[in-house]
């Protein structure tokens, strides 16, 4: 188990430096200027080229590769061409409101999610398995910027019960922090509860109609043992790995939430620094995501040996 | 607990403006053109001269100041009671270290460094800008709108190089930027400059008194429909950029108005490649302008009559040298027939022409959208490229044929009220602007504006350019827009320019 830990963590740095590889080169090849986004719509063509060559963009593509590897290596992302602030502050800056959104659409869907797709195979083929499965119809296809706009002309404009925008740090106060994470969660949180819902739904079926679950009815187990203790335990895998893959999709979810209840997180930061071709930025947290991409996908390997015991590493 | 948490969660006061003002960025307003830049110089630094309401300078940080007889040699000395957000006082080398470094990117500070020969301290607050040849518009150039704009800074800050930037955000202006309170993408925060010592005359456009009637502004990041849902809700007090579809929804809500800032508006162009075919003949271009229907492009790009004029003078609608020297030929537009029989004159042979669609920017997508439904009609080979304005932008200097990626029309737009032959970019035919717009007796006429004194003669020699402009057609203009933002009732004091000012602004109680 160790051995496949560190060879995983090993391959994780080799992908990181493929990505930032790759990153880079599509940053400069893709069309685009920082030095024209700064000088503004109508500047001269002098003023962008003084900026592009003090900015360093000039320099030929292996030389400007070799000063930004150099620098990651040593932990330096840069500064941001825009702002001028360093990479790493900002994206620390963002990391609180973006975590916090995905924690809490994490507990959310997965909680809701599977309690609906236990539910739905329970009752499988009854008014609760239609209505459920509608709705994770309906809610896998809705798009997040639809929901969040709706939510907000109900819930913040109509009714004024909660913010329409903004994030609260929750140094300032649990209260305002979670009130603001209400809105936002709950939008970005429909789609994956969908999605986690179906899964373990058809996992849920497929281990009901096992052998084994016919003889712990035959011997008299409750239907909570039946679900709970006997089901959802070897329906646990795919649920799992619904779940890790939810991740990967939470990124980009993250990014239009973030950008509808204008929650300056992570996303956000991304968004703005494609916009505006700030290279370091762009590279920073694109590299930082993978990682952690990486990273999410080994916990939830390392995670089935605890659902399924005959799985060794 | 719904009334529990909205006190818990809308700290608006009386004495807090939130407005929603777009992405900032950067924050050197000598390094960048963009508005929310300038917003931001606006709020914490301050300018020598400012323009009024009626776009004539007036002295801002300059008490008085003078010419000698030759003309050649200004002078001015700064009013009392200046200082830098951290205590120390505006001294004649901020200002001198400033315009050198505002001189290095901006074309109109270009323009006075060709000119001077020196500029030069005498005392602390005195310095002056000594000429080779006179220049009769030097005030109206050191308060130049165009981006970016000569706001003056600390000389240390200034001794960087114009495109190095400079980030401590100190400035002498009414506002100091908070540094404690910036949040990065979600708000960044501006408090009153209590030691601020404003003109004793009235607060006129940008000149005049700025007075600091709130203590703190709060520059909110929300995104257009975002903004405006807060604004409903209360959250903010000011929107920029209210989406057009719901203006109906804005004027509907009694605490909701909307307002014209720039009065003047934008004026949308549509810029041809004047070095590959078939622009580089003057009867296709001359075919464009008989194309255009301007009522037809304006209804797509300003839905809303009351938001939209028509515009046939390259001097803009609201500036004192718009005229109708030689529009009479085109200035009906929508004449498809006549275009298709120039386009055949012109020697078109259905040659694939480029149009680059920025789809980023609804305006210029839907109008570029419009245009490549209109040449279609009449025979032309349109085919649309669409993309993001950053990648408009690099592909537009590609100045070959559309088959090396090059381009054949993009569409922008520029404020009205710059349409002057030293400021707008539209009006360089000096051949080194996208697509190699030339034309030598225009460029010529051109820089001779900076030689005349009066009105009148200013006046003499716009019509002159123009009659040549639309002789060569240098470009085609689709009209002018202006449009309003969105704000509370409760705030009031707007000053009504182009760009957003934070003085004078008030919360009223609703």
Known sequence: ?313 | MPSVLRAQTAPTDARTVRMALGNLQIFDPHLAGTDPTVFHGLAIYDTLFSLDSKYVPQPQMVGKWGVSDDKKTYTFELRDGLGWHDGTPVTAADCVASIRRWGQVAPTGKLIMARAKGISKKDDKTFSITLKEPLGILTELLTELAAPVPFIMREKDADRPATEQVTANIGSGPFKFNNALAKPGANFTYDRNEKYVPRSDASDGYAGAKVAKVDRVIWDFAEANTALAALQAGELDFARFPPADLYSTIESDPNLVLQVMNKSGNNMCLRMNHLQKPFDNVKARQAMLHLIDQEAFLRVTAPDPRYRHTLTSIFGNTTPYSNDENTSWFKKGGDPEKAKQLFKEAGYAGEKIVILDPTDWAQASNASQLLASELRKIGVNAELASSDWNSLEARRKNKGPVESGGWSIYITDDFDHTQLPITASFLRASGDTDGGLKNDEFEALRLEWLDLDTLEERKLLARKMQRIWWDFVGDVRLGQMVTPIARRKTLTGLIEMPYIAFWNLQKVSG
Request: net charge neutral.
């Open chain 1, 1 to 313: 188990m160790a051995v496949y830990v560190i060879r995983r963590l090993v391959s994780t740095i080799a992908i990181m430096a493929m990505v930032g590889i790759f990153i880079f080169l599509l940053l400069r090849l893709a069309p685009g200027d920082p030095a024209a986004v700064m000088a503004g719509r109508n500047a001269d063509p002098q003023t962008i080229a003084n900026i592009r060559e003090q900015l360093g963009l000039n320099e030929p593509l292996p030389v400007q590769f070799i000063h930004w590897a150099r620098d990651m290596l040593r932990g330096d992302f840069g500064t941001s061409i825009f702002s001028g602030w360093p990479v790493l502050e900002l994206i620390s800056q963002r990391v609180e409101p973006t975590v916090s959104l995905g924690v809490m659409t994490l507990i959310l869907s997965v909680s809701v999610g599977v309690t609906f797709g236990i539910l739905a195979a329970w009752g499988a083929g009854r008014v609760v398995d239609l209505a459920l499965t509608a709705f994770s119809a309906l809610g896998y296809s809705v798009p997040v910027f639809v929901v969040g706009y709706f939510f907000i002309y109900v819930f913040a404009i109509r009714t004024q019960w909660l913010p329409v925008q903004g994030y609260v740090s929750i140094e300032q106060g649990v209260g305002p922090w979670f009130v603001h994470l209400i809105l936002p969660t709950v939008a970005l949180s429909i789609p994956y509860v969908a999605y986690l819902a179906r899964i373990a739904r058809a996992s849920m079926l497929e281990v009901l109609s096992e052998d084994y679950m016919r003889t712990a009815a035959a011997k008299g187990a409750s239907s909570y043992a039946m679900l709970f203790h006997h089901g959802l335990k070897n329906a646990g895998a795919p649920i799992l790995t619904a779940i890790g893959l939810s991740f990967a999709y939470l990124i980009s979810g993250v990014v239009i939430t973030e950008t509808v209840f204008n929650v300056p997180g992570v996303g956000r930061l991304v968004v703005d620094a494609i916009t505006s071709r700030d290279y370091p930025v762009i590279q920073g947290v694109l590299i930082l995501v993978s990682g952690l991409y990486v990273l999410i996908n080994l916990a939830v390997d390392l995670s089935y040996t605890l659902v399924d015991p005959r799985i060794r590493y």
